[in-house]
């Protein structure tokens, strides 16, 4: 057994050692608005319930490790204490991945992830329209827990109201936990979707990624292409060049006569074999090869 005390260590391996040992983490996906109106949407997996009567949700975000700065989220709800936390499930897994990025204060995550604002009912954060559960929240209290590199702050939310999509309902009106298909947050790059196992997300890239609204609206558009599908692709720093394009469809059997056809369909087909097997750099090299 190896023990540790954890001050004898940095606040990066403590925070590896704590959360790969804890988990599968519930996420919340936390929409707030800045005094100036703008929205933000950042995920936070130090997150759960902790009341019913009355309905209380805690989520923390931390101050960061490398330079002790704090997150626009906790910004937001310093100033303008309200927030709405949505349910993430699997179908929306890479878009929220991809939001958890660092824009520029003032960047509306939504919009570069891909997903749909809604406008709440109470509060005046937006709902995302694609997750299945979503709580609009008045912040109680803001519990800090410490001043350097690391230190949680707790949001105190109380629930005014809850939103329901009926399709994760059971024929009883309580939520069937097949049909919501929630996902967790574990260690490193790992996640757990429930009834399914673990499986891998990439960690958003440190540089900023393009966002889904920098996808051509064709491809943006596409009938086969799923949200996560474009959340993975709107997690790249930029796009092959043209000569990238040309090496590829010159170096693989078959691409090259898929290209040509321009049929939608099959390429974007082919793309999404491409994204299954986590190849982006390859999925946008066939997809943009129909653009030019």
Same mark, same amino acid.
């Given at each position: 057994?190896?023990?540790?005390?954890?001050?004898?260590?940095?606040?990066?391996?403590?925070?590896?050692?704590?959360?790969?040992?804890?988990?599968?983490?519930?996420?919340?996906?936390?929409?707030?608005?800045?005094?100036?109106?703008?929205?933000?949407?950042?995920?936070?997996?130090?997150?759960?319930?902790?009341?019913?009567?009355?309905?209380?949700?805690?989520?923390?975000?931390?101050?960061?490790?490398?330079?002790?700065?704090?997150?626009?989220?906790?910004?937001?709800?310093?100033?303008?204490?309200?927030?709405?936390?949505?349910?993430?499930?699997?179908?929306?897994?890479?878009?929220?991945?991809?939001?958890?990025?660092?824009?520029?204060?003032?960047?509306?995550?939504?919009?570069?992830?891909?997903?749909?604002?809604?406008?709440?009912?109470?509060?005046?954060?937006?709902?995302? /329209?694609?997750?299945?559960?979503?709580?609009?929240?008045? #912040?109680?209290?803001?519990?800090? $827990? &410490? +001043?350097? *590199?690391?230190?949680?702050?707790?949001i105190f939310s109380e629930v005014v109201k809850?939103?329901?999509?009926?399709?994760?309902?059971?024929?009883?009106?309580?939520?069937?936990?097949?049909?919501?298909?929630?996902?967790?947050?574990?260690?490193?790059?790992?996640?757990?979707?429930?009834?399914?196992?673990?499986?891998?997300?990439?960690?958003?890239?440190?540089?900023?990624?393009?966002?889904?609204? /920098?996808?051509?609206?064709?491809?943006?558009?596409?009938? #086969?292409?799923?949200?996560?599908? $474009? &959340? +993975?692709? *709107?997690?790249?720093?930029?796009?092959?060049?043209?000569?990238?394009?040309?090496?590829?469809?010159?170096?693989?059997?078959?691409?090259?006569?898929?290209?040509?056809?321009?049929?939608?369909?099959?390429?974007?087909?082919?793309?999404?074999?491409?994204?299954?097997?986590?190849?982006?750099?390859?999925?946008?090299?066939?997809?943009?090869a129909n653009e030019l």
């Open positions: 057994m190896i023990s540790i005390i954890p001050k004898d260590i940095t606040t990066q391996e403590l925070h590896g050692y704590l959360l790969g040992a804890i988990g599968p983490r519930p996420i919340a996906f936390v929409s707030t608005i800045d005094e100036k109106g703008r929205p933000n949407l950042s995920p936070f997996s130090f997150f759960n319930v902790f009341s019913a009567n009355p309905p209380i949700l805690i989520f923390s975000p931390a101050r960061r490790v490398r330079d002790n700065t704090t997150k626009h989220t906790l910004d937001n709800v310093e100033k303008v204490g309200e927030a709405v936390i949505n349910v993430v499930t699997y179908e929306i897994v890479q878009q929220m991945s991809l939001s958890s990025t660092e824009y520029p204060e003032g960047e509306n995550e939504f919009i570069k992830a891909g997903l749909t604002m809604l406008a709440s009912d109470l509060v005046k954060p937006f709902r995302v /329209a694609e997750s299945p559960v979503q709580f609009e929240c008045k #912040v109680t209290k803001i519990e800090p $827990l &410490g +001043k350097e *590199g690391g230190a949680g702050n707790l809850i939103h329901l999509n009926p399709n994760v309902l059971d024929e009883n009106g309580s939520i069937d936990q097949y049909k919501i298909d929630q996902v967790a947050r574990m260690g490193g790059n790992w996640y757990s979707r429930a009834n399914k196992g673990m499986f891998e997300v990439p960690k958003p890239l440190s540089s900023l990624g393009i966002g889904v609204d /920098a996808i051509p609206e064709g491809i943006r558009n596409s009938t #086969v292409l799923t949200g996560n599908d $474009l &959340g +993975k692709l *709107g997690n790249v720093e930029k796009l092959p060049s043209r000569i990238e394009i040309g090496e590829f469809i010159g170096s693989q059997e078959g691409i090259s006569s898929l290209a040509a056809n321009k049929d939608l369909q099959s390429i974007h087909r082919k793309a999404k074999e491409y994204l299954d097997r986590n190849d982006v750099l390859s999925a946008w090299k066939l997809l943009l």
